[in-house]
Antibody, heavy 120, light 107 residues
Framework: ELQQLDSGGGLVQPGGSLRLSCAAS????????MSWVRQAPGKGLEWVST????????FYADSVMGRFTISRDNFNNTLNLQMYSLRVEDTAVYYC?????????????WGRGTLVTVSS | IVLTQSPGALSLSPGEKATLSCRAS???????LAWYQEKPGQTPRLLIY???SRATGIPDRFSGSGSTTDFTLTISRLEPEDFAVYYC?????????FGQGTKVEIK
């Protein structure tokens, strides 16, 4: 089961920073890649970032490259997303997602989502 | 890779057949294409992976087909619980993309 901590989300001013966390359970965490996917209010799904099972491979959407950093703690079964230089257009519900393979794959489990609002 | 879904919205009655299209701007490696269903207030649910493989627990009225750049999700007979938004997604490259979604609404 994929559980997503609500800690880290919330309201932040443009240019600010936030760190999202997602605690996983119910599967062998370090065997699967993980991703962050976001959904702006009333909009569709947008892929943000993916990290391989061991953490050695990371990938980012162009819209967040250089501003967001994905990481994972395989000891504590936690996925993180450090967000810097936040923009109004980063406002969205952020979902952590478990992938089907070690390096990539389809999303077979979603977290509950945490809302990030970037506004002055 | 840009994924374009059509139509943007589909108005149908329960029992009718729904045909949703997803077209890729370039070839999707190994046909690594998935379909998800999203309902208001719920997280997305995986329906199809690998273009045509049904996920665990998905009714057989849902089927996926297609290859390379043209993919289709078919719902053979719409049930009331099938009215939702459907997204395609490619995972064949290191940079994923989702389609913009097709809303299937009750006529």
């Amino acid at each position: 089961e994929l559980q997503q901590l609500d800690s880290g989300g919330g309201l932040v001013q443009p240019g600010g920073s936030l760190r999202l966390s997602c605690a996983a359970s119910g599967f062998t965490f370090n065997s699967y890649a993980m991703s962050w996917v976001r959904q702006a209010p009333g909009k569709g799904l947008e892929w943000v970032s993916t990290i391989s099972g061991g953490g050695g491979g990371t990938f980012y959407a162009d819209s967040v490259m250089g501003r967001f950093t994905i990481s994972r703690d395989n000891f504590n079964n936690t996925l993180n997303l450090q967000m810097y230089s936040l923009r109004v257009e980063d406002t969205a519900v952020y979902y952590c997602a478990k992938l089907s393979w070690y390096t990539s794959g389809w999303i077979d489990s979603w977290g509950r989502g945490t809302l990030v609002t970037v506004s002055s | 890779i840009v994924l374009t879904q059509s139509p943007g919205a589909l108005s149908l009655s329960p029992g009718e057949k729904a045909t949703l299209s997803c077209r890729a701007s370039q070839s999707v490696n190994n046909n690594y294409l998935a379909w998800y269903q999203e309902k208001p207030g719920q997280t997305p649910r995986l329906l199809i992976y690998g273009a045509s493989s049904r996920a665990t627990g998905i009714p057989d009225r849902f089927s996926g087909s297609g290859s390379t750049t043209d993919f289709t999700l078919t719902i053979s007979r719409l049930e009331p619980e099938d009215f939702a938004v459907y997204y395609c997604q490619q995972y064949g490259s290191s940079s994923w993309t989702f389609g913009q979604g097709t809303k299937v609404e009750i006529k």
